[in-house]
């Protein structure tokens, strides 16, 4: 992102009461981008997107566009599309002329509305539904007719209210495909908000993670993945299993961490000095049976359980000092065709991971 | 639906049959008997609806009950609109106090808020004595004992009944919709009107509708503020049965009165039928 962010949110602190439901939260989101703010209910994210929306005001901080102060501009002088959890279509418009309203609103010529309101519903295709009532159409229809409202009047930025959460897992996925086809066909700059990791991590360039009102970390979705900050984001964003120890020796770039019985390595350029306590985050699938290769983390233990998921198979490896240790694997080459390639429960078992697929955890 | 609901109308029926027989006995024979009297006293016969077009008495009475009705839910239901409208979009402690504020006069009797009224209107009232104390008029103003007091006093009596069917409607309004219009460059005014007036319809049409049912009955109100100079059709009912009494005239006019609710209550129960549920009208 070289050129000027489209959208700065600096600084923002919103109370309600004694209640500080978003506390000091920036962001940078460059034009065209698909940001998501990922986070539980109650952590602030749809406090953060009413304010940019400009529907409550930030009680400190600022937000800009394109470098201008639009803390204090009413919501109808943004210009933002938004499209709702549970859509918000007025129930008293056909479909053509809920499209049509952004552009109704501006006092664009008439046969201009119905040029516009033709071709958005060609793109969500839904030519032909134009006369009818929003509670006439299907979930998924109605979805696609808040979305062409919404990018109607070409607003600058499009604000993304978890607008898949009442839709069905197939329409969803649908969904999803339209709302990236649009991003990038567009170049419009979108502003998701979800609850949902796999909903996040699949449509997002880049994923804000927020807890208790602030942002937590913010980066690529692979980056968020491979380097989680805390040891929130690394069990919010897939699994980890968690060692809790106290760093023994640096070398160079690696540190070496006590837990139990074991020395675990982990790479941590300028991390926790000797004598600190750390927790490492090592995700399941990294994690692979037999003697360690290279220089990381080597453990034994008893395998408890397996669970068989088709594609993969889940396996639960009792450790002295650390506890349960969720390991992943393919179920190929293993399963009925390969007996013995997955340890059977009751197995001891020797498991290892490379010093880089360790993750210290700042906590 | 057809056999299943037919056969669930028929253990229905049985199940209200002691209700209805009582209903039948003490409530719907003898007002059927009153209403008959309109046929039937002094002559058989439609002598008493004929004077609904030859007196001009009774015209007066008619007219001057509409215009009075009509005025009251006029003024009412844009008074009511505007304090449901605050209730729904203010706080929730500002929605609970003004809630109180508004039911809390429905335990007050309409005759002490008459008499409330004449204090404040009448000659020497507090407002004429106000006003030239201000100097604004030199004589007192003649705001009560006329149409103008009795309509004062009815408006005030009937806006909780326009606020209360306002405010259901508008609590099942969707305000993320005025909020959406706003996001996509509707004005604060623009909102209202494109969105929120349109979808509370049915709320005003409901509550103009049971103003005026209401109105029409009024007795207590008009007999004190008009101070027997403006007669409503209630009262003049009880002068026609109780004073004169001619039993024909007043029960052909209490006919009348039945008649016209009913047709306002068949139009209310739509806007108040669940099976016709306010979306799919709208």
């Known amino acids: 992102m070289s050129e000027a962010p489209a959208l700065s949110v600096r600084n923002v602190t919103k109370r309600f009461g004694s209640v500080t439901a978003v506390d000091d939260f920036s962001v940078d989101i460059g034009a065209g981008e698909f940001l998501t703010l990922l986070g539980p209910s109650g952590s602030g994210k749809s406090t953060v997107l009413s304010m940019i929306a400009g529907f409550s005001q930030p009680n400190a901080g600022s937000i800009l566009l394109h470098g201008r102060d639009i803390t204090n501009w009413s919501p109808e002088k943004r210009a933002f599309g938004m499209v709702y959890q549970g859509y918000a279509l007025f129930p008293h418009m056909s479909v053509a002329d809920n499209v049509g309203f952004g552009l109704r609103m501006r006092q664009r010529p008439k046969p201009e509305i119905e040029e516009r309101v033709t071709a958005l519903l060609k793109r969500v295709r839904l030519t032909g539904f134009e006369d009818r009532l929003p509670r006439q159409l299907s979930g998924g229809q109605q979805q696609r007719v808040a979305l062409a409202r919404a990018i109607a009047f070409e607003p600058n930025l499009l604000l993304l209210d978890e607008p ?75 699994r980890s299993n968690f060692m809790e120890g106290t760093v023994e020796e640096r070398r160079g770039e690696e540190i070496a961490v006590r837990v139990g019985p074991w020395r675990l390595l982990a790479k941590a350029p300028g991390g926790p000095a000797v004598g600190a306590a750390v927790t490492l985050a090592v995700r399941p699938e990294r994690i692979a049976f037999g003697r360690a290769q290279q220089d990381g983390g080597g453990i034994e233990g008893t395998v408890g359980s397996r669970v068989y998921l088709g594609s993969s198979t889940e396996i639960d490896v009792h450790v002295d000092g650390i506890g349960p240790v969720l390991v992943t694997t393919a179920s190929w080459p293993a399963g009925e065709l390969c007996p013995g390639a997955i340890p059977e429960p009751g197995c001891t078992v020797s498991l290892w991971w490379p010093a880089a697929a360790a993750t210290v955890l700042s906590e | 639906m057809s056999t299943t609901g037919s056969s669930n109308v028929r253990t229905g029926l049985l199940q209200a049959t002691p209700a209805l027989l009582l209903l039948g006995a003490f409530y719907i024979f003898p007002v059927l008997r009153v209403l008959s009297l309109g046929f039937l006293d002094p002559t058989p016969g439609l002598g008493n609806y004929e004077l609904l077009w030859t007196s001009s008495g009774i015209r007066t009475v008619l007219m001057a009950t509409a215009r009075i009705c009509l005025i009251t839910t006029a003024i009412s239901v844009p008074l009511g609109y505007a304090v449901a409208y605050v209730i729904t979009t ?77 405010l259901a409607t508008m609590a099942s309004i969707d305000l993320r919709l005025v909020q959406a219009a706003r996001g996509m460059g509707a004005s604060k005014g623009m909102a209202f009107r494109q969105v929120f007036l349109p979808l509370s319809v049915p709320g005003i049409a409901a509550a103009a509708i049971l103003v005026l049912i209401l109105t029409f009955g009024f007795y207590t109100t008009p007999a004190i503020l008009g101070g027997g100079r403006t007669t409503m059709i209630a009262q003049y009912i009880t002068t026609q049965i109780l004073v004169l009494p001619r039993w024909g005239v007043g029960a052909m006019l209490a006919t009348v009165l039945v008649a016209v609710t009913i047709v306002l209550l068949a139009i209310l129960s739509r806007f108040f039928d669940p099976s016709h549920s306010r979306t799919e009208r709208s």
């Not at chain 1, 495909?177 to 796999?198: A, K, M, S, Y």
Request: hydrophobic residues 50%; without cysteine.
């Open chain 1, 164 to 238: 898949l959460s009442a839709l069905d897992r197939q329409l969803r996925v649908e969904v999803q495909r339209e709302l990236r086809d649009l991003n990038r066909d567009l170049g419009l700059t979108f502003v998701f908000i979800t609850h949902d990791q796999d909903e996040a991590m699949s449509l997002s360039d880049r994923v804000g993670v927020m807890t208790n009102g602030r942002l937590a970390q913010i980066g690529t979705p692979s980056e968020l993945y491979e380097r989680p900050a805390t040891r929130f984001i690394a069990g919010f964003l897939g």
């Open chain 2, 90 to 166: 203010g706080s929730s402690r500002m929605r609970a106090l003004m809630l109180y504020a508004v039911l809390l006069p429905l335990w007050v009797s309409a005759l002490v808020r008459s008499f409330v009224w004449v204090t404040l209107l009448q000659r020497r009232g507090l407002l004429n004595q106000f006003l030239q104390w201000l100097g604004v008029i030199h004589e007192p103003l003649p705001l009560i004992w006329n149409e103008f007091g009795v309509i004062v006093g009815m408006v005030h009596y009937m806006i909780p009944y326009a606020v209360l069917p306002l």
